[in-house]
């Protein structure tokens, strides 16, 4: 019985040390070196801080680039998606619902030019990201309320677009956060 | 732990040969659910939009589908629970590979429990196939007979039968009582309606017992039924599967020790992998088809 005891809490304690005070430990380190040291990194429009880089925000108005449509209403206290499957009638009615709301607001658009990830809600509801065709295709709308040349917005979407991690893991991405200060500063 | 295991044995080639299967089994997933998420939507397809960046329900724009679909699957294959896009919205066919990653249970062996059942497929396959060839079934040396056989068939059956039954007991509920004075009545359990709904209840019971935690979330399971009910399958379908092969080891390590000879099955060929796979796919397939037909196979044929 001894022989089987004393093995078992000597690893226990080591494995209480290794688990709970060492790797954490590591842990909080490894993100001290990364980005931002460890913190969310923020963004800031004229010197004020105007929210978080990786957490999307809700932007209705037209003179703003959209985010995805969110499950949560962006709430970052309740993070979560819609858990619709795929054949759910209810679920299918909303993408129309949305693809029909995204084309009166922005007439010069075909149906055939909305991508998918414009009129699907994202996992987290918080997703701060939209592909680089979500961008483009708001364009034209933006331009007319803010009365700027089309151009010159796209050339802000140019500037800002991400391109995957090593030049092919994941797809290109545009953090509407970031385009929308740009918007607000030039 | 595999290669470890061939490091402790001095069996490499066996690890090798283990490792090849367990990537197999993955890869036979994966493929699938990397297709069905890039083609999108069926359904989306009909409202004419772009659909070039496949099923962006329930996923980030920074993962794209290709990473989601990627992560569902091996998520579920080594039992992390973790998730980077919700599983409830991804499409049937991958919706059916990621329960059959928790359904086989048995690839790579994420929180410990992988190589415990893959090791029980190892006996079967070597029984079966000692039958097949007529030799006799032999494992590291040790022959493997009718006891071991009971111990192990137990443990591959257990997992099937938790799942199912429960999935049984859960929708005879939801369909008897739906209207019961429970917190949560069965009849507001389920977010999605029909073929989906009862996935969202097999995904959970398949979840609990195979070591996983993630969950198609549209399911209300914060309450009574669900906490008691799945909290049983948990601790059968976890605990059991670790007292069965560890009781097998121990009658092998007591049997007398038969070295190798012209007569004895090689467990670690090419052909002795193929066969294992086999026995998983087989017995994971069979055993789970019927209940996989009327949930994510039966959404498919609706959506195409």
């Given at each position: 019985?001894?022989?089987?005891?004393?093995?078992?809490?000597?690893?226990?304690?080591?494995?209480?040390?290794?688990?709970?005070?060492?790797?954490?430990?590591?842990?909080?380190?490894?993100?001290?070196?990364?980005?931002?040291?460890?913190?969310?990194?923020?963004?800031?429009?004229?010197?004020?801080?105007?929210?978080?880089?990786?957490?999307?925000?809700?932007?209705?108005?037209?003179?703003?680039?959209?985010?995805?449509?969110?499950?949560?209403?962006?709430?970052?206290?309740?993070?979560?998606?819609?858990?619709?499957?795929?054949?759910?009638?209810?679920?299918?009615?909303?993408?129309?619902?949305?693809?029909?709301?995204?084309?009166?607001?922005?007439?010069?658009?075909?149906?055939?030019?909305?991508?998918?990830?414009?009129?699907?809600?994202?996992?987290?509801?918080?997703?701060?990201?939209?592909?680089?065709?979500?961008?483009?295709?708001?364009?034209?709308?933006?331009?007319?309320?803010?009365?700027?040349?089309?151009?010159?917005?796209?050339?802000?979407?140019?500037?800002?677009?991400?391109?995957?991690?090593?030049?092919?893991?994941?797809?290109?991405?545009?953090?509407?956060?970031?385009?929308?200060?740009?918007?607000?500063?030039? | 732990?595999?290669?470890?295991?061939?490091?402790?044995?001095?069996?490499?080639?066996?690890?090798?040969?283990?490792?090849?299967?367990?990537?197999?089994?993955?890869?036979?997933?994966?493929?699938?659910?990397?297709?069905?998420?890039?083609?999108?939507?069926?359904?989306?397809?009909?409202?004419?939009?772009?659909?070039?960046?496949?099923?962006?329900?329930?996923?980030?724009?920074?993962?794209?589908?290709?990473?989601?679909?990627?992560?569902?699957?091996?998520?579920?294959?080594?039992?992390?629970?973790?998730?980077?896009?919700?599983?409830?919205?991804?499409?049937?066919?991958?919706?059916?590979?990621?329960?059959?990653?928790?359904?086989?249970?048995?690839?790579?062996?994420?929180?410990?429990?992988?190589?415990?059942?893959?090791?029980?497929?190892?006996?079967?396959?070597?029984?079966?196939?000692?039958?097949?060839?007529?030799?006799?079934?032999?494992?590291?040396?040790?022959?493997?007979?009718?006891?071991?056989?009971?111990?192990?068939?137990?443990?591959?059956?257990?997992?099937?039968?938790?799942?199912?039954?429960?999935?049984?007991?859960?929708?005879?509920?939801?369909?008897?009582?739906?209207?019961?004075?429970?917190?949560?009545?069965?009849?507001?359990?389920?977010?999605?309606?029909?073929?989906?709904?009862?996935?969202?209840?097999?995904?959970?019971?398949?979840?609990?017992?195979?070591?996983?935690?993630?969950?198609?979330?549209?399911?209300?399971?914060?309450?009574?039924?669900?906490?008691?009910?799945?909290?049983?399958?948990?601790?059968?379908?976890?605990?059991?599967?670790?007292?069965?092969?560890?009781?097998?080891?121990g009658i092998l390590a007591r049997k007398k020790y038969i070295p190798e000879s012209a007569g004895t099955l090689k467990t670690d060929t090419g052909t002795f992998a193929l066969m294992t796979y086999?026995?998983?796919?087989?017995?994971?397939?069979?055993?789970?088809?019927?209940?996989?037909?009327?949930?994510?196979?039966?959404?498919?044929f609706s959506l195409h």
């Amino acid at each position: 019985m001894k022989s089987y005891l004393l093995p078992s809490l000597k690893l226990t304690a080591v494995l209480i040390i290794l688990c709970t005070v060492i790797y954490p430990l590591l842990i909080a380190g490894v993100a001290k070196l990364a980005p931002g040291g460890g913190d969310g990194i923020t963004l800031s429009s004229n010197g004020k801080v105007v929210g978080y880089e990786n957490i999307g925000q809700k932007f209705t108005q037209d003179k703003y680039f959209w985010g995805r449509p969110s499950a949560v209403d962006y709430n970052a206290a309740a993070s979560g998606g819609s858990n619709k499957g795929p054949s759910n009638p209810e679920y299918l009615a909303g993408v129309k619902a949305r693809i029909d709301t995204f084309l009166v607001h922005n007439p010069t658009i075909k149906k055939e030019q909305i991508p998918a990830d414009l009129v699907t809600m994202s996992g987290s509801g918080l997703d701060p990201d939209i592909s680089v065709q979500a961008a483009k295709i708001q364009v034209p709308r933006i331009a007319k309320v803010r009365n700027r040349s089309e151009k010159e917005i796209y050339q802000i979407i140019a500037q800002i677009k991400e391109s995957p991690l090593l030049g092919f893991l994941g797809p290109e991405k545009v953090n509407v956060l970031k385009l929308n200060i740009a918007l607000n500063q030039k | 732990m595999i290669f470890a295991l061939g490091h402790y044995l001095n069996r490499k080639r066996m690890a090798w040969a283990i490792f090849g299967v367990m990537t197999a089994g993955m890869l036979t997933f994966l493929i699938p659910t990397m297709i069905t998420e890039i083609h999108g939507n069926p359904a989306i397809q009909h409202m004419h939009i772009n659909q070039a960046s496949g099923s962006m329900e329930g996923k980030e724009v920074r993962f794209g589908v290709q990473a989601s679909a990627y992560w569902n699957i091996l998520t579920t294959v080594i039992s992390t629970g973790s998730v980077n896009s919700m599983h409830d919205s991804s499409m049937p066919v991958s919706g059916a590979m990621e329960m059959l990653g928790m359904m086989t249970n048995c690839f790579y062996g994420g929180c410990g429990a992988g190589f415990l059942n893959y090791y029980i497929f190892i006996i079967i396959a070597v029984f079966i196939s000692g039958l097949m060839v007529g030799r006799t079934p032999e494992f590291l040396g040790r022959k493997i007979e009718a006891k071991e056989m009971k111990i192990a068939t137990i443990i591959a059956l257990l997992h099937p039968l938790l799942i199912l039954a429960f999935t049984a007991l859960s929708s005879w509920t939801l369909v008897n009582f739906p209207d019961i004075a429970w917190a949560v009545k069965p009849s507001n359990w389920l977010n999605n309606p029909g073929y989906h709904g009862f996935s969202e209840m097999l995904y959970q019971y398949a979840s609990c017992s195979a070591n996983n935690g993630s969950g198609f979330e549209g399911l209300a399971d914060n309450n009574m039924f669900w906490n008691v009910t799945a909290g049983l399958v948990m601790i059968i379908g976890r605990y059991l599967p670790i007292i069965g092969p560890v009781a097998i080891a121990g009658i092998l390590a007591r049997k007398k020790y038969i070295p190798e000879s012209a007569g004895t099955l090689k467990t670690d060929t090419g052909t002795f992998a193929l066969m294992t796979y086999a026995v998983i796919m087989i017995l994971a397939a069979l055993a789970f088809f019927p209940a996989l037909a009327l949930g994510p196979l039966a959404e498919y044929f609706s959506l195409h």
